[in-house]
């Protein structure tokens, strides 16, 4: 058992296993409007000194994504200043207090300031921990271990799902705050990333935690030899950064990945699952159907943590789409259905519960997954930093939209349009993912620079010039 221990693959596996402790909180968060909501709105379970409104729950599902865009701006600058690690721990403490808090929040406005704030320090670990894992990971593991992101936040979800229906809000609110609490400790014996100690001169520091992570000093001293080619030994200079040819590609390209992340009504539907199921009207019970939902989450991302190393980026993100479109259209003929006062009967009633089945898991198994994947490894590393930043403003954002307006679009146009609507975006993703994005399997991000660039093709078409 030792020799496994002391394995460079282990030790890389266990290094970002624990740096993505934390976003199991954060799943455990993305998932508390589900079934707090529903507890505020009810008189004789809410702990608030009144019942919630609708436009109150709107906002303590959406203020946290509202505030990042704003937070992030500030909060991604420390990422290159004080390290990675560093900024994975800056996390905890506000998710730590805030969770206190809502063991005795009496006050809608405390939920709400609340979710403000320890949406912030989510959305920022979300930010800080893709980029360490993948200057962690090599390049035949960095899809795999990028991917347990997505499944660590299913466990969250389904952690949030499984026991906050069941127990009061206070009982909840504990075991939210103690969950904080457990999955920070680890971080705290963590190594800092070795590309960052490398952009700070530490030299000596980052061939000893590569030649432990790559398994010999060779391997080490050509990674070191790509650093020194992405590294600017000059600070980096924001300003010509924006204007680089290439930079602003991999911006085009994540931000439009960031907008098929949301867009495409996951997040709607995940942050409302609950109050969906409740709509429906059928027999199956709401928590029960949840929680088995979110159980389905987590093996859709473990499927896409098998896959991801070996199938081409592209093929599977056209899948998860496909799969997406499909259970959205059947979830909309439900609801046209139940408008048009037709009588759901048979197999038509359990059609909410297949449809959210299949949007979950298609999902998950692709676009949720490979999101957190692909958006580091479009970026080199003077520019990771930046570049993530940007597309967390971005998807913080398009969250925002997604959450605080979704109920009122549904008001506006009918459930069945709403998500018919969001169908046709997942069509024309499909669209831009087989034209636009590149397949980076098993290249390094040197690699991937240069196939943005166009150079790649450009020695291509030499190769093929000459003969």
């Known amino acids: 058992m030792l020799p496994i221990l002391k394995a460079p693959r282990f030790k890389q596996y266990a290094i970002v296993l624990i740096v993505n402790l934390g976003v199991i909180t954060t799943g455990m968060s993305l998932a ?22 609708d436009e109150e729950g709107s906002w303590i ?21 004080i390290g990675r690690k560093h900024c994975v721990i800056l996390t905890c403490l506000p998710k730590i207090l805030i969770s206190i808090v809502f063991i005795f929040a009496k006050q809608a406005w405390v939920l709400i300031l609340g979710r403000a704030i320890i949406g912030s320090a989510d959305f920022f670990l979300f930010t800080a921990v893709p980029i360490y894992a993948s200057e962690i990971a090599d390049k035949e593991t960095r899809g795999s271990l990028g991917t347990l992101l997505q499944m660590l936040s299913s466990l969250g979800i389904a952690i949030t799902k499984s026991i ?113 199921l ?14 088995v939902i979110s159980l389905i989450q987590i093996l859709a991302a473990l499927c896409a943590a098998i896959v991801t190393d070996r199938w081409k980026r592209r093929h599977i993100l056209l899948s998860s789409l496909i799969g997406v479109l499909i259970g959205l259209l059947a979830l909309g003929l439900f609801f046209k259905l139940t408008e048009e ?88 993703s499909c669209a831009y993912v087989y034209c636009c994005i590149p397949d980076t399997n098993g290249k390094t991000f040197n690699e991937i620079q240069k196939a943005l660039s166009g150079e790649q093709s450009r020695e291509k078409n030499e190769k093929y010039t000459d003969k």
Do not use: H
């Not at 439009?256 to 997040?267: A, D, E, K, M, Y």
């Not at 409740?278 to 929680?291: C, D, G, Q, R, Y």
């Open 32 to 53: 508390w409007p589900s079934p707090v909501l529903v507890k505020l709105r009810n008189e004789t379970e809410s702990p608030l000194e009144r019942p919630i409104t």
């Open 61 to 81: 599902a959406s203020v946290g994504a509202l505030c990042n865009t704003f937070t992030l701006c500030f909060l991604g600058m420390l990422i290159d200043r």
């Open 164 to 276: 906050g229906p069941f127990v009061s809000y206070t009982t909840f609110s504990v075991i939210f705050a103690a969950m904080n609490l457990l999955v920070a400790i680890p971080v705290f014996f963590l190594p800092d990333s070795p590309y960052y100690l490398y952009s700070k001169g530490k030299i000596d520091k980052a061939t000893d935690i590569l030649t432990s992570i790559r398994g010999s000093e060779e391997l080490a001293k050509e990674e070191l030899v790509m650093y020194s080619i992405a590294v600017n030994t000059e600070k980096v200079d924001k300003m010509k950064l924006l204007k680089d040819r290439v930079f602003l590609k991999s911006i085009g390209i994540a931000t439009v990945l960031c907008f098929i992340s949301q867009f495409t009504g996951f997040n709607a539907v995940s942050y409302y699952l609950q109050t969906i």
């Open 278 to 291: 409740v709509s429906t009207n059928t027999k199956v019970m709401p928590e029960i159907a949840s929680l």
């Open 341 to 428: 006062k037709q009588e759901v009967i048979g197999f038509l009633n359990y059609l909410p519960m297949i449809s959210l089945i299949l949007v979950i898991y298609s999902y998950s198994a692709g676009i949720g997954s490979l999101f957190w994947v692909l958006i580091p490894e479009l970026f080199d590393g003077p520019g990771r930093a930046l570049g993530v930043t940007m597309a967390m403003v971005f998807v913080s954002l398009f969250i925002f939209i997604t959450t605080k307006f979704f109920p009122l679009l549904t008001v506006a146009i009918g459930p069945a349009m709403t998500y018919w609507s969001f169908s046709i975006i997942c069509a024309l």
